[in-house]
């Protein structure tokens, strides 16, 4: 499994793949939505794990939901793009998944 270097910035240094997916779901998220193709190194790695992760369902549904607890810490102007559609000011209340 991969790792994120010691001095990687302040939220993923030190951190593996599997930290990182469990804990910061708008890096998560920011990959699988916004995150090209054409990725190099540890960011192909990282991207080709989250992808792996998010084709099961329930690591899927489970990242959903941090990402909907996630947002509801930020203020409706400090919500990036991508994390809109888990937030209470998308146009549904749902993301793609039904949780039952």
Not at 37 to 51: A, E, H, I
Request: glycine share 4%.
């Amino acid at each position: 499994m991969g790792e994120f270097p010691e001095k990687f910035g302040n939220e993923l240094a030190g951190m593996d793949f599997e930290e990182v997916f469990e804990k910061w779901p708008k890096w998560v998220e920011c990959v699988d939505a916004t995150w090209t193709d054409n990725c190099t190194g540890l960011f192909l790695d990282f991207q080709q794990f989250v992808k792996l992760r998010l084709l099961n369902q329930i690591s899927k549904t489970e990242h959903e939901f941090r990402c909907r607890e996630y947002v509801k810490t930020l203020a409706r102007d400090k919500i990036p793009e991508y994390l809109l559609k888990y937030s209470k000011y998308a146009s549904s209340g749902t993301t793609t998944l039904p949780l039952a």
